[in-house]
């Protein structure tokens, strides 16, 4: 039997962003922490971020030429961390 819950975190805006990161340097590394499941930061995977963009959610509706999109999300980025990484030559 599996148990399922509602998994609702709290979203940053871009003020509560901006508020934690005042009184850093501007060139503090920002590196993510990204849950090994659902609220669970335990055994978290640790990545930099490299971007931010806006991008256009798919389920929306049309709108006006000219109009900017209606139903954007701006999304942070993060890749992995700098270091050495094996890979296959395959």
Not at 18 to 31: K, W
């Amino acid at each position: 039997m599996t148990d399922t819950f509602e998994h609702n975190p709290r979203v940053w805006t871009a003020a509560r962003l901006r508020e934690a990161l005042q009184g850093l340097p501007d060139d503090t590394p920002i590196h993510v922490g990204v849950a090994d499941g659902p609220g669970d930061f335990a055994g978290y995977s640790e990545y930099a971020l490299v971007n931010l963009e806006p991008v256009e959610k798919d389920d929306a509706g049309p709108v006006a030429p000219g109009a900017p999109h209606a139903d954007v999300e701006y999304t942070l980025f993060a890749d992995f961390k700098a270091g050495q990484y094996h890979y296959d030559l395959d």
